[in-house]
């Protein structure tokens, strides 16, 4: 069974970077057909962020982070990543990484879709 850890969080100025690392500690990269990311910040619904499939690389990304974001993956250490350019405050959340290992299908942003996940990593960003 696949299990995800996330890391890299913290707090950051407006405008400046962080990189969110999901590593997995029990299985491997080419065991998930679709990782994403996910967040959610305090009152509010959980929301993805970006999402990758593993086997050809395509990603997508919420219109709130295009251009700023980037995901990507390193499958020799099985690793999937978010970096985080020019955040802005309302990026604050608790971010998560998800895995499908079943092949479910569906559009990216769809929880049910993501049958691991991690327990999350908290990005503070101040103004």
């Known amino acids: 069974q696949v299990q995800l850890v996330e890391s890299g969080g913290g707090s950051v100025q407006n405008g400046g970077s962080l990189r969110l690392s999901c590593r997995i500690v029990?299985?491997?990269?080419?065991?998930?057909?679709?990782m994403g990311w996910f967040r959610q910040a305090p009152g509010k619904e959980r929301e993805g962020v970006a999402a990758?499939?593993?086997?050809?690389?395509?990603?997508y990304y919420a219109d709130s982070v295009k251009g700023r974001f980037t995901i990507s993956q390193d499958n020799a250490e099985n690793t999937m990543y978010l970096q985080l350019n020019n955040v802005q405050p309302e990026d604050t959340a608790t971010y998560y990484c998800?895995?499908?290992?079943?092949?479910?299908?569906?559009?990216?942003?769809?929880?049910?879709?993501?049958?691991?996940w991690g327990q999350g990593t908290q990005v503070t960003v101040s103004s």
């Open positions: 990758i499939y593993t086997y050809s690389n395509l990603n």
């Open positions: 998800a895995a499908d290992t079943r092949s479910y299908g569906g559009n990216w942003t769809i929880e049910l879709i993501y049958n691991v």
């Open positions: 029990s299985g491997y990269i080419s065991d998930t057909y679709l």
